[in-house]
Nanobody
């Protein structure tokens, strides 16, 4: 399985970004997750989107991040609003329970 993240960049505090994750297989019945990793830290879980579109988030991003999916495009999105410096990280997507990862996309929030 291949995953490709995109959409990262440099934004100011309070700004927004929309990340995309394109998956090489049909994702209709799959849970897809977002993780992030800051320098010197372990990769941490951020969000999960279920096949029915339900979502779950880590507490620190609730109300600011929103995951969505377009199964026809095999793509999952992460809309990130009201970004904070502590959101700075490389963001990755993965399929729940798998060891397949994309190359990540860098998000930098400047104050």
């Amino acid at each position: 399985v291949q995953l490709e993240e995109s959409g990262g960049g440099v934004v100011q505090v309070g700004g927004s970004l929309r990340l995309s994750c394109v998956v090489s297989i049909n994702i209709d019945n799959l849970n897809v997750e977002w993780y992030r990793q800051s320098p010197g830290t372990q990769r941490k879980w951020v969000a999960r989107i279920y096949p029915d579109g339900a979502t779950r988030y880590v507490g620190s991003v609730k109300g600011r991040f929103a995951a969505s999916r377009d199964n026809a495009r095999k793509t999952v999105y992460l809309q990130m609003d009201n970004l904070k410096p502590e959101d700075t990280a490389v963001y990755y997507c993965t399929l729940f329970g798998s060891d397949d990862w994309g190359q990540g996309t860098q998000v930098t929030v400047s104050s």
